[in-house]
């Protein structure tokens, strides 16, 4: 699971704590780090504007360009296929050191003069985004020209890569770690903006979604995506986890949203639907393999869950739909079924995210972020599902972990886990688990959690206490008789 720490600060705020203290926290609460990187953009390397672009007289693949530094214009050759007069950019001017030790100095490329470089995202060792130049926009920050990209907190970021093990599927997504964090440091988290740039039409005015005997929930949301367009931050994040598609803007968003909060997203191009009296209709049912499904007519969209076919981003209206189901019912089937999986069954087997009306509302808000529009209203289809509720003895806990810990203060660790806490008879708490915690099923998981907060670090060891049975009796009497 990859974090970053600008990435952590969207859902709390941890301004007052050293990169340094989190990992050290994340170890302590059993979220091992296995690996820190301080992203830093070398020095001399500035924000800057493409003023012209004009072939170069000798060479077909080569551009030169005038560039504005902010406090002077000078000219660079750039051999990148998208640069564009207009553009904001970053340039490594003269003295600039990039990796490997290489010095950008003055030049002549085929006889013309070049005063610096035009830098592609991995020139500055970031994530890959394109075989080009980078685009800088806001999203980074207010763009002064000649500022260096080392003064820019987004893009000199660390990233903390977490070694989860397969029952922590709550923690795969920013705002499962970020829950973490709160509950240990006692910080609230970040409330989600809903502020959604609102489109005059419904969701029932352009699609209809039915459900015959389905176990996944489902929440449906319609998006017009015209106008949308991914800003560079989002796109260099989804580009750190691996999983970014070059002019992919609404797949990437879906993968970004995903990671950020855990539930699981996917979306259908209207363009992919049967129209029935002007409606684009999505039919929800089980395929021959017991899977729930979503179809439109015979053709088969995607095996909810499961896996997510590629789309076209041709269409402006999209279906976006969250999904969960049980991990432990889809693993089985699947298991059982021995189909192929998708990318997306990680996550899923895990445990993922069952807020789906939080993820489609971060969604909704993000997406409006970048110029999409929501239609109103929403279809779902959910179940109330009784939280797990536990009956542990305060007595027994610490018989676990071998040391006294106060009734409240386990009540206030456990209240700070998103548990709710009811008080019972004698030293008995009633103890109703959160949805997302798949992992709780006994006092062991109770006393494991109570631990971790504590800090394994902060148990009084205690030597093992050996009592010797007696085992002097009739038959061994007998036996030292027959001896002597």
């Not at 093990?165 to 989600?192: H, K, Q, W």
Request: charged share 25%.
């Amino acid at each position: 699971m990859i974090i970053t720490r600008r990435w952590l600060e969207e859902f709390i705020n941890i301004s007052n704590i050293s990169t340094d203290e989190i990992c050290k926290t994340l170890n302590s609460i059993g979220l091992e780090v296995d690996s820190v990187e301080k992203k830093s953009i070398a020095s001399k390397v500035v924000v800057a504007k493409v003023l012209s672009k004009e072939k170069h007289p000798d060479a077909d693949k080569l551009n030169v360009c005038q560039v504005d530094l902010g406090d002077e214009v000078t000219q660079i050759v750039c051999g990148a296929s998208n640069v564009e007069a207009g553009q904001t950019v970053a340039v490594a001017t003269i003295g600039a050191i990039l990796g490997n030790d290489f010095k950008i100095k003055a030049a002549k490329l085929r006889g013309v003069e070049s005063n610096g470089m035009i830098c592609s995202s991995t020139e500055l060792g970031l994530p890959k985004l394109n075989d080009g130049i980078m685009v800088l926009d806001n999203s980074i920050g207010e763009l002064i020209l000649g500022k260096e990209l080392k003064d820019y907190p987004s893009l000199n970021d660390d990233i903390i890569e977490i070694g989860l093990t397969p029952n922590r599927g709550d923690c795969l997504s920013i705002l499962g770690v970020a829950r973490e964090l709160a509950a240990f440091y006692d910080l609230p988290l970040i409330e989600l903006d809903k502020n959604i740039n609102s489109h005059e039409l419904s969701i029932g005015q352009i699609f209809e979604i039915n459900s015959s005997n389905i176990d996944t929930f489902l929440a449906y949301k319609a998006i017009d995506f015209s106008g949308f367009k991914l800003d560079l931050i989002t796109n260099l994040r989804v580009a750190l986890i691996g999983k970014f598609k070059e002019n992919h803007n609404i797949k990437n968003s879906l993968i970004y949203a995903t990671h950020c909060v855990g539930v699981i997203l996917n979306a259908y191009p209207r363009e992919d639907f049967v129209l029935k009296n002007e409606l684009s209709v999505l039919d929800l049912r089980k395929n021959e393999k017991g899977f729930d499904c979503s179809y439109s007519s015979t053709n088969c969209l995607s095996q909810i869950c499961v896996d997510q076919k590629d789309f076209s981003e041709n269409s402006n209206d999209f279906l976006l739909e969250a999904s969960y189901i049980n991990p432990e019912v889809i693993s089985k089937r699947v298991f059982d079924a021995k189909i192929k999986t998708g990318d997306i069954f990680y996550k899923v087997s895990r445990g993922s995210n069952p807020d789906l009306s939080y993820g489609v509302n971060y969604f909704s808000s993000f997406a409006s972020k970048m110029g999409a529009t929501i239609y109103s209203g929403a279809k779902e289809f959910l179940e109330d599902i009784e939280k797990i509720t536990l009956s542990i003895s305060v007595k027994n806990i610490n018989s676990i972990i071998g040391q006294d810990i106060e009734k409240i203060e386990i009540e206030r660790i456990l209240t700070s886990l998103e548990f709710e806490i009811k008080e019972s008879v004698d030293d008995i708490l009633l103890i109703k688990v959160p949805h997302y915690r798949h992992d709780i099923k006994n006092i062991a998981d109770i006393a494991e959690e109570v631990i971790r907060m504590v800090g394994i670090d902060n148990i009084i060891s205690k030597p093992l206490a050996i009592d010797e049975v007696n085992r002097v009796n009739k038959t061994s009497l007998d036996l030292q008789k027959r001896i002597n």
